[in-house]
Structure formats: structure tokens, C-alpha cells
């Protein structure tokens, strides 16, 4: 046996809420406690000195695209642009530097530019002449390209979400992102996937779960992750429906998928105009969004599922696409119990549109509510997206962590990267200061929405994974972090979160403006993958 003893830091444990040191033995927990016992209990132990660091539960992302992530941080990222014009320029300095089949941009996001109006085919046309270019909208549910990509696009202009110079949504978008998948070069999307994985590591992730599908990513990239070799860990979810048992068997084995959830697509997104509401948007009333899949088709793959003892999940966004999962989750607790459908843990990605009464359908049901709590950080707020699209009454509801909650639904926090970066510490903050106060939760229950909620997401319930207790795999993260406090999002949390007597451990100030924590090393099953000095760390060959 091996051990190593953290001495010397600050540790998070709920069993010793003022621990300084912790032991690991061959990659598990072994003792939490404080300096002068663990030195009396493992005195051959390889001794390693915190420094006054800050020791915690590694991170996992329950939501992310690898490949398109990658593309991001290595490529043309659009997420800092400030106009069309400022996007165009970015684009041909992009263009000057690279020989990749395809140009690839990401990020851009017109409800923040003083000038909303947006490029067209036309310009991108006129930036880069007959080159292959697709530049998503940052919610990746609707993109402009260029002629030369919409002529690889199977009858692209035949399909709903066409537009013959703007911006493609719907279906017409999917044939286009399609397409520029074709391109990428097996080579260019490796590097990307790594790249993705590398950043994560060196944030505190230990573990990530690929939202992949036929609209998203194909079917090649999401096999090309089995070969990767990465020390993070990958969990990886196809989103196709499937009618029966069957199917469900038959798609596992093909994929070889670890649930059919993820981004199986209700319906886009608010920024795209695609996310399917139950009134017309506030700035284009002309449109409700789209509805991929009806409530029949929901229900039809929840019971494929259920029977099968698969994982199953949605893409769901607007509040009628809430209101066609609902309907789904009822019938099939009706058939099969409540019981027998929590066992399978149910996934529903962003949640973004619900109330009190769609929270205790969730519930009954046991499903996990996988969120983006950077969403409400990016478009929240007074006169942002979410104002822009919805109306302050109706934008000023959205992303409700709290209500969720208190219902009983298990939470799972990520970040949907690319559409916003992996950053845990940035994640927690903003669940915490929610621009609506009664839709945050405290610091505590968003840190465990981001640890051992986001393994349960995975299917770990083990009572054990995602905390620093004994018996636990060893999945840490060290941290340079200043001053430790136990604080609420509201004054009614804080009053029983900071008494003395809950014994609760404190977590690093996550208040707006101040300094986050910084990773020092991650560690998965006792073994350093990412190290601030030396980077990450490859997996055995």
C-alpha cells in the first residue's frame, strides 16, 4: 500500500469541518482529520505540504461539447466581439492564419452589441472569398456561413430555419453544422478534444460529460473520444430518441454511449429564437420557437428507456417544452412508479423555463435538473438577453436554482462549454448571486451541485463520490485561495448556514468582484493529472 498525507492546508469535510490534513491510500480516502494525528497515525506516509492551500472535491462538468470547446480555445473564438464589423475583422485576421479546410468561429452574441445588427453570408462572403466558414451564434443553435459551406449542405434551402443571407436556425442549421463537420480533419479534432480536456483539467475536473448527437457532433466524434487516452474522465451521452427497448440496446451498442440523454433536442435556444414557448417572444411576436419532438415522441423514449434501464434526458429550454416533458414524466410514473423511474436517474439539460408545479412533477420522477448557472451570469439581468427576448417579467424567472430545490430535484451544475467556459469557481458564484435573489442557492448547495450532484448525474450514488470522507475515491483539487468563509445567497440561508452549531465547512468567498480561487493541482483516484508548474498529465500508454 501507498499513502499520502496532506498535511498543513485547509480540507472540506463535512465529517471534520476544521480539517487541515487528509490521507490516501492507493488512490482512497483514508482519514480526514488534523496535522499532529495524521503524522501519529501514518507516520510512513509520504508527506506532502499544502502550504496553507485549500483542498476540495474535484469538479465535474455535467454538460460539454469537446470538439466545438477545443475549436473555441484554439481558433476563432467571436465571444469578445463588440459588432459585425469587429466580428468580420476577427474573422479575416483568422482567415490570414489558417489552412484548415473549414473556419470554424464560435461565440458571437449580438444581444450585447450596441448595434444588434448582424452579418450576413454576403459579408462573411466578402471577408474570405470562397473559403468553407461557419460562425455560430453562442448558443450554437443557429450560425452564418458562408456560400461555399452552404453548398456542401444537402438542400440546405429547402429545409425549415433557412434564410438566404442571415443567421440559420432550426433544421437548415443542423444540415450546415453537418456539413462543416465533414471537414475537420481528424487530426484538427483530436487536438481540440484534448485541448477541451487539458483546460478542464486545469480548472479542477476530474470528469466531463460529452453531449453528443446527430445534430450536435455525429457520430465519429463522439467514438473518436473512446481512443483519446486522457486522464479526465468521460462520460458520454448520444442524443437520439428511440421508440422501444430495442432500439434503445441497439443505439447503446453502436455508440457505445454511456445513456441516451444529453442534447436530444425539444428545442433550441432563447438567444436563437428557438426555444419553444407557450407565448410569442417579446421581440418578435411572430414566433413561439421550435418543437422538435412532441410529447408523444418524449414519452415514447423515456418508456424505451425506463425498460431498458438506460439513462434518458432532453434538451429543454422554453416553458412549453417543459410543459411537453411534463406531460411525458406523469404518464410514465403512472406506468411504471416512481420508483421504478428514479432508479434510471432521468437527465433534463438547462431547465431554464419552470415553476413550483413542474419542479414536483421532476420530483416524483427523480430526475436530474443539469444546469448552466453562467447562463443567468451572461444573459440575466436588466436589459440583457433574457429582457431582450422575454420581457422583464417573463426574463427575470428563468434558471430558478431555488425552486428546484426546495422541491427535491437533484441538481448537476455545468457550463455547456463552449457556450460558456468550464470554470467551476465562476459556476458557483453565479448560482449564488443569481440576478433574481430567490432563484439563487447557497454557496454549499452549489459547490455540491458541481461535485457529488454532478456525479449522481452520471449515475455514481454511492453516497461517497464527490466528497473528501473516508472510503471516497480519491478525486481532489488544490487551490490557492483566499480567506474561507460560510455564507448564504440570501439573509434567510445565511442565518442558519453560519451558525456555529451546523458545523458546516467553509468554502472560498464567491462574492461578486473578488479574486476566485486558482488551481494549483487535480487529482483523480490519487494520481496528479493537471499540476500548475508542469501541466497535464498524459495517461499511462
Given at each position: 500500500?501507498?499513502?499520502?498525507?496532506?498535511?498543513?492546508?485547509?480540507?472540506?469535510?463535512?465529517?471534520?469541518?476544521?480539517?487541515?490534513?487528509?490521507?490516501v491510500?492507493?488512490?482512497v480516502?483514508?482519514?480526514?482529520?488534523?496535522?499532529?494525528?495524521?503524522?501519529?497515525?501514518?507516520?510512513?506516509?509520504?508527506?506532502?505540504d499544502?502550504?496553507?492551500?485549500?483542498?476540495?472535491?474535484?469538479?465535474?462538468?455535467?454538460?460539454?461539447?469537446?470538439?466545438?470547446?477545443?475549436?473555441?480555445?484554439?481558433?476563432?473564438?467571436?465571444?469578445?466581439?463588440?459588432?459585425?464589423?469587429?466580428?468580420?475583422d476577427?474573422?479575416?485576421?483568422?482567415?490570414?492564419?489558417?489552412d484548415?479546410?473549414?473556419i470554424?468561429g464560435?461565440?458571437?452574441?449580438?444581444?450585447?452589441?450596441?448595434?444588434?445588427t448582424?452579418?450576413?453570408?454576403?459579408?462573411?462572403?466578402?471577408?474570405?472569398?470562397?473559403?468553407?466558414?461557419?460562425?455560430?451564434?453562442?448558443?450554437?443553435?443557429?450560425?452564418?456561413?458562408?456560400?461555399?459551406?452552404?453548398?456542401?449542405?444537402?438542400?440546405?434551402?429547402?429545409?425549415?430555419?433557412?434564410?438566404?443571407?442571415?443567421?440559420?436556425?432550426?433544421?437548415?442549421?443542423?444540415?450546415?453544422?453537418?456539413?462543416?463537420?465533414?471537414?475537420?480533419?481528424?487530426?484538427?479534432?483530436?487536438?481540440?478534444?484534448?485541448?477541451?480536456?487539458?483546460?478542464?483539467?486545469?480548472?479542477?475536473?476530474?470528469?466531463v460529460?460529452?453531449?453528443?448527437?446527430?445534430?450536435?457532433?455525429?457520430?465519429?466524434?463522439?467514438?473518436?473520444?473512446?481512443?483519446?487516452?486522457?486522464?479526465v474522465?468521460?462520460?458520454?451521452?448520444?442524443g437520439?430518441?428511440?421508440?422501444?427497448?430495442?432500439?434503445?440496446?441497439?443505439?447503446?451498442?453502436?455508440?457505445?454511449?454511456?445513456?441516451l440523454?444529453?442534447?436530444l433536442?425539444?428545442?433550441?435556444?432563447?438567444?436563437?429564437?428557438?426555444?419553444?414557448?407557450?407565448?410569442?417572444?417579446?421581440?418578435?411576436?411572430t414566433?413561439?420557437?421550435?418543437?422538435?419532438?412532441?410529447?408523444?415522441?418524449?414519452?415514447?423514449?423515456?418508456?424505451?428507456?425506463?425498460?431498458?434501464?438506460?439513462?434518458?434526458?432532453?434538451?429543454?429550454?422554453?416553458?412549453?417544452?417543459?410543459?411537453?416533458?411534463?406531460?411525458?414524466?406523469?404518464?410514465?410514473?403512472?406506468?411504471?412508479?416512481?420508483?421504478?423511474?428514479?432508479?434510471?436517474?432521468?437527465?433534463?439539460?438547462?431547465?431554464?423555463?419552470?415553476?413550483?408545479?413542474?419542479?414536483?412533477?421532476?420530483?416524483?420522477?427523480?430526475?436530474?435538473?443539469?444546469?448552466?448557472?453562467?447562463?443567468?451570469?451572461?444573459?440575466?439581468g436588466?436589459?440583457?438577453?433574457?429582457?431582450?427576448?422575454?420581457g422583464?417579467?417573463?426574463?427575470?424567472?428563468?434558471?430558478?436554482?431555488?425552486?428546484?430545490?426546495?422541491?427535491?430535484?437533484?441538481l448537476?451544475?455545468?457550463?455547456?462549454?463552449?457556450?460558456?467556459?468550464?470554470?467551476?469557481?465562476?459556476?458557483?458564484?453565479?448560482?449564488?448571486?443569481?440576478?433574481?435573489?430567490?432563484?439563487?442557492?447557497?454557496?454549499?448547495?452549489?459547490?455540491t451541485?458541481?461535485?457529488?450532484?454532478?456525479?449522481?448525474?452520471g449515475?455514481?450514488?454511492?453516497?461517497?463520490?464527490?466528497?473528501?470522507?473516508?472510503?471516497?475515491?480519491?478525486?481532489?483539487?488544490?487551490?490557492?485561495?483566499?480567506?474561507?468563509?460560510?455564507?448564504?445567497?440570501?439573509?434567510?440561508?445565511?442565518?442558519?448556514?453560519?451558525?456555529?452549531?451546523?458545523?458546516?465547512?467553509?468554502?472560498?468567498?464567491?462574492?461578486?468582484?473578488?479574486?476566485?480561487?486558482?488551481?494549483?493541482?487535480?487529482?483523480r483516484?490519487?494520481?496528479?493529472?493537471?499540476?500548475?508548474?508542469?501541466?497535464?498529465?498524459?495517461?499511462?500508454?
Open positions: 500500500m501507498t499513502t499520502q498525507l496532506l498535511l498543513g492546508g485547509q480540507v472540506y469535510s463535512h465529517d471534520v469541518p476544521d480539517a487541515t490534513a487528509m490521507a491510500t492507493d488512490g480516502v483514508a482519514w480526514v482529520g488534523v496535522d499532529h494525528v495524521g503524522r501519529s497515525l501514518h507516520p510512513g506516509a509520504e508527506v506532502i499544502l502550504d496553507g492551500a485549500f483542498v476540495a472535491p474535484a469538479f465535474v462538468d455535467t454538460h460539454v461539447h469537446l470538439t466545438s470547446s477545443g475549436l473555441s480555445l484554439g481558433g476563432l473564438d467571436l465571444s469578445e466581439a463588440t459588432s459585425a464589423t469587429d466580428c468580420l476577427r474573422l479575416r485576421t483568422h482567415a490570414a492564419q489558417s484548415d479546410d473549414i470554424w464560435l461565440g458571437w452574441d449580438s444581444s450585447a452589441w450596441a448595434d444588434p448582424e452579418f450576413t453570408t454576403s459579408d462573411v462572403d466578402a471577408a474570405v472569398g470562397r473559403r468553407a466558414v461557419y460562425l455560430a451564434r453562442i448558443d450554437e443553435h443557429s450560425a452564418v456561413v458562408s456560400s461555399a459551406l452552404r453548398a456542401l449542405a444537402h438542400d440546405v434551402d429547402e429545409a425549415p430555419g433557412f434564410d438566404a443571407e442571415g443567421a440559420l436556425t432550426a433544421e437548415a442549421h443542423h444540415r450546415v453544422r453537418g456539413a462543416a463537420r465533414t471537414l475537420l480533419r481528424g487530426r484538427q479534432r483530436e487536438r481540440a478534444q484534448r485541448r477541451a480536456l487539458d483546460f478542464a483539467a486545469a480548472h479542477g475536473v476530474v470528469a460529460h460529452e453531449n453528443g448527437g446527430p445534430d450536435i457532433s455525429g457520430l465519429d466524434d463522439l467514438l473518436a473520444l473512446s481512443d483519446l487516452g486522457h486522464p474522465h468521460i462520460r458520454r451521452y448520444w437520439q430518441a428511440a421508440t422501444d427497448a430495442d432500439e434503445v440496446a441497439s443505439l447503446i451498442a453502436t455508440t457505445g454511449a454511456d445513456g440523454a444529453g442534447d433536442f425539444i428545442d433550441g435556444a432563447i438567444g436563437s429564437h428557438t426555444a419553444w414557448l407557450t407565448a410569442p417572444y417579446d421581440d418578435d411576436p414566433m413561439t420557437g421550435v418543437a422538435y419532438m412532441d410529447s408523444d415522441a418524449v414519452y415514447a423514449h423515456l418508456r424505451s428507456c425506463t425498460a431498458a434501464g438506460v439513462q434518458a434526458g432532453f434538451h429543454m429550454i422554453g416553458d412549453a417544452a417543459t410543459a411537453c416533458v411534463v406531460g411525458a414524466l406523469r404518464r410514465l410514473v403512472d406506468e411504471f412508479g416512481g420508483p421504478a423511474v428514479a432508479r434510471c436517474g432521468h437527465r433534463l439539460e438547462h431547465v431554464e423555463m419552470t415553476d413550483a408545479g413542474d419542479a414536483a412533477v421532476f420530483a416524483a420522477a427523480g430526475v436530474i435538473a443539469s444546469m448552466q448557472p453562467l447562463f443567468d451570469a451572461l444573459w440575466g436588466p436589459g440583457q438577453l433574457y429582457a431582450q427576448r422575454l422583464v417579467d417573463r426574463g427575470s424567472r428563468l434558471n430558478d436554482f431555488a425552486t428546484l430545490a426546495r422541491a427535491g430535484v437533484g448537476a451544475f455545468s457550463s455547456d462549454s463552449p457556450v460558456t467556459p468550464i470554470d467551476p469557481w465562476s459556476t458557483v458564484r453565479a448560482a449564488v448571486h443569481h440576478n433574481n435573489p430567490v432563484s439563487a442557492v447557497s454557496a454549499r448547495a452549489a459547490f451541485a458541481c461535485t457529488r450532484g454532478a456525479w449522481r448525474a449515475g455514481v450514488r454511492d453516497g461517497l463520490t464527490g466528497t473528501l470522507t473516508p472510503g471516497a475515491p480519491a478525486h481532489y483539487a488544490v487551490w490557492d485561495a483566499d480567506d474561507l468563509v460560510v455564507a448564504g445567497s440570501s439573509d434567510d440561508v445565511q442565518r442558519w448556514s453560519t451558525d456555529p452549531r451546523s458545523r458546516v465547512p467553509a468554502l472560498p468567498d464567491v462574492a461578486p468582484g473578488g479574486r476566485l480561487p486558482r488551481c494549483l493541482r487535480t487529482v483516484d490519487g494520481r496528479t493529472i493537471y499540476d500548475a508548474a508542469a501541466g497535464v498529465v498524459e495517461a499511462d500508454a
